[in-house]
């Protein structure tokens, strides 16, 4: 379904906090909710955070959920020789990662999703490409020194 993404999400039944009940993984298929594709922290906040965290180190509400913990994504450059990987990072938001964090070989292939909110307009690939390398230079605001 183009215009749905596989989103993580923890949530804990409504008894957690007073009978101690475990919490509960789900994966969904939601609908992707609009952001402006000039706003690379927008995007970022509403498709990312929600695993990576809302500093990018990997520690949001649905990361303890995956089998592998989410990139901690200040440090890309620092893992890197000092140098942001800003080609690699648009490959993994267009096409998909090989990290099997998610129970699959891929995280949400974001390329698709982008497409899909363009979708009818005079050219969905430039603000699939818009949206990709506004939240590459986003990511890439987020690192450590």
């Not at 620092?78 to 090989?98: C, R, W, Y």
Request: proline share 6%; glycine share 8%; aromatic share 6%.
């Amino acid at each position: 379904m183009p215009n749905r993404i596989h989103v993580a999400f923890v949530a804990a039944m409504l008894a957690t906090a007073a009978f101690g009940i475990a919490q509960t993984t789900q994966i969904k298929d939601v609908p992707i909710k609009p952001t402006s594709a000039a706003s690379g922290k927008q995007m970022y906040t509403n498709y990312c955070a929600v695993c990576h965290g809302a500093d990018g180190r990997g520690n949001g509400p649905a990361a303890s959920s995956l089998k592998t913990s989410p990139t901690d994504l200040t440090m890309l450059a620092k893992t890197n020789g000092g140098q942001f990987p800003d080609t690699h990072i648009a490959s993994v938001l267009q096409f998909g990662s090989e990290t099997a964090a998610h129970g699959s070989a891929d995280m949400p292939i974001w390329g698709t999703a982008f497409r899909s909110l363009a979708k009818g307009t005079a050219a969905p690939d430039a603000q699939e490409h818009q949206r990709i390398a506004n939240l590459t230079n986003y990511l890439k605001s987020l690192q450590q020194q």
